[in-house]
């Protein structure tokens, strides 16, 4: 690219100039373009997922940089983030927010993903194993579609959903998302889609708005005005009619009410391609109606939608039927109206019957229909047979006519109908179906551009909107990823996930921090929202410290004859296990509880160490009251005589009785990151916690079985239940024989048990961070 382009005379007084809902930049000298949300920036984006000052274009020598300003949600470069100060070449693609900055050696043209963006799943497989979840799914859909996909249960829907969406890539083939590969740009387009899963993904103990709240501050950029923030809601509450219901408590919604608050939430980063797996599950077909409505306008708004559902009544609202066949095949793709006729049934049990009883049959009757070479091999990238170069060519000189249009007018896109490529089959030669009497003839948005001043541009700008697009661009056409060569392509089975990690927490602290707050408000309202829960947390410590009374003898910890030493023993068990059980309690249920929350707000840019970060927090802080109540209770009437390192000898026994439970908190979000689902961690809480008094020392003697000894190192317990024998000098109480040299009442071995505690919290916590990748989207 050369420096001496020449400068243009087109910039007002302060060096910008208005077009519409954007300026674009004419710096003299063309050194720097700073890009944001601020007024005060060179090229204002008025997108809330782009910070005030996002990213800056820079000259250097004869090459320009872009260089992320430490952005909440990263400036991305050909779909991968931009950690450093990276030179761009003609072709590659700035992306900031819903923004695509092409630039062309000289310019950047901008060009706002306002919603329209076609679909293209080309050749899916997703192998688990030797298990064929999902078998060569190819479909093409126009933006502005509504697709349903139905079939019988296990068939795999969830399965295609999750591909679609990055969650658990295809193990094979590629999804091309608006032109772009979209497992290869996942670290970037995964900000524009929205997904409803099955299981709800906000907090059902807060109240509609709240929630809401707390998503909008996990979503957009940290320096979002609060007011800004809280007025999106209100919008998206008042799109999906919810205003009414903002001080309801989600678990008081209806499942309708409810699907539509999840609606409202993924609304909030206007995504362009939409996926909800069964909304309507569990709904009457009232309300199954309206959510099908409902999500008809929003494909008739520009979203691409694709929903699973087991309701067949309301199918006349979408523009494609996906059926699928046991075994993750395709029995069906086309319009609803050529369905019956498709699969000569009165109605659609017939066709679930049919496609339940022979999945092969149909797989291969739909294969050799004029439907599959109609709707899927026509569009199918991988089929160089099909006629999409004729396609191309129409759609280029059409896209040049509205290049020219948009010259003179500046818009956002222009709009060239390509419904050829979308019109109904012809009926089969056979007659085994009947030609279609109407079709919906989605439309394909073009990016237009602006023009005019083109030719006397500065050395350096950004234009408000892309330019003509190339041919491949227009149709549903997976080629603008070609266009890229820098692009890397994604590891089968894998998407692109950049991690951010320490490397923006460096840069911008604020982002992190901020999630960080706002994640350890939230489970402070879930919890104060939960009154049983909150209950029992108060109440399990007073439980236990009655409890604590129950052991024999009245001297406590004091320290005295061997009867004492005995007494001494017992209580420290009691002790013990309490602290250990108010550690695991409360955490082995965390993670797995929410694990469909996380996976979604990973997705949208949460960072996994302030998510761990609030756990910790929130728990230490808990769990340490707790402890601390326990312990003061039970050894009110028996303080230990003496201490070794504090003043206080019963503070002395509450920090150890703290220590162990905080590594048991951790050891239970370890476990409920590990575990699949809430009812497993029952069970494998009662056997940790049996473990836990085992293996502390306490019930019998440890020392003279290395092999026990060697595995009680592992425990918090061991470790905890030595510091407070250090303190009360248990050693020194009882007989020889059961004596153990741990127990010396002498500050090294205190310091120790304490150091060895600590390191079990890092290396949990290591480990416990290590297990949240488990629920990472984009692995399969
Ligand atoms: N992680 C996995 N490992 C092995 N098999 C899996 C896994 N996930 C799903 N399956 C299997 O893949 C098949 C498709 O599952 P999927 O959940 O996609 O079906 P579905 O059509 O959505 O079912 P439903 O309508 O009941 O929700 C099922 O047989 C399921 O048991």
Known sequence: MSSDHPTSPVSAGDGTVATGQNKFVTPDNAARIRIGRDADNDHVLADLQVSRHHSEIRRAGDTYQVVDLGSRNGTYLNGRQVHKPTVIHAGDVVSIGRHELLFDGHRLHDHVDTGPASLIADDLTVRIKDKVLLDDVSFALAEGSLLALIGPSGCGKSTLVKALTGLRPATQGRIWYGGRDLYADYAQLRYRL?????????????????????????RFADDVPRRVRWAKVNEVMETMRLTERAKQRIDTLSGGQRKRASVAMELLTEPSLFCLDEPTSGLDPALDKEVMQELRELADKGKTVVVVTHSVL?????????????????GYFGPPDQLLAFFDAEDYADVFTKITEEPERWTRAFRNSPLYARYVSAVNPTDRSAPRPALAAKAAAEAAEAAA??????????TVDVSEAMTPATPAANGDYPAPTSEKAPAITVPAQRSGQLDDEPTLQVLPTAPPPLP??????????????????????QANMDKQGWRLFARNPSAPLRQYATLCNRMVRVILSDRGFALFLLAMPLVLAVLAYTAPGEHGLEFGNVSQGIQAQQLLVVLVTGAAFLGTAAAIREIVNEAAIYRRERAVGLSAAAYLSSKLTIFFLINTAQVALFVWLALFEGPPTRSLVLPSQTMEIIVAMVAISLVSTVLGLLISSLAKTTEQTTPIMVVLVMALLVFSGGLFLLEGSPIMETIAWFFPTRW?????????????????????????HTPELWWRSMIFLGIQLAVLIGLTRLALRRHEPGRS
């Open 720 to 744: 905890g239940f030595g510091a407070g024998a250090q303190t009360v000098d248990l050693f020194g109480m009882m007989p020889k024989t059961f004596q153990d040299p741990l127990f010396q």
């Open 314 to 330: 309301h199918l006349d609202y979408c523009d494609r039927v996906l059926v699928m066949c046991l075994g993750g095949t395709m």
């Open 472 to 493: 491949e661009q227009i149709g549903i056409e997976p080629t603008l990823a070609r266009t890229r060569p820098n692009a890397p392509a994604a590891k089968p089975g």
């Open 405 to 414: 249009a948009a010259a003179v007018s500046v818009t956002n896109h222009a």
């Open 194 to 218: 929205g997904m409803v899963p099955q299981d709800d993904v906000l907090h059902k103990q807060l109240k509609v708005r709240t929630a809401l709240r707390f998503a909008a501050a996990l």
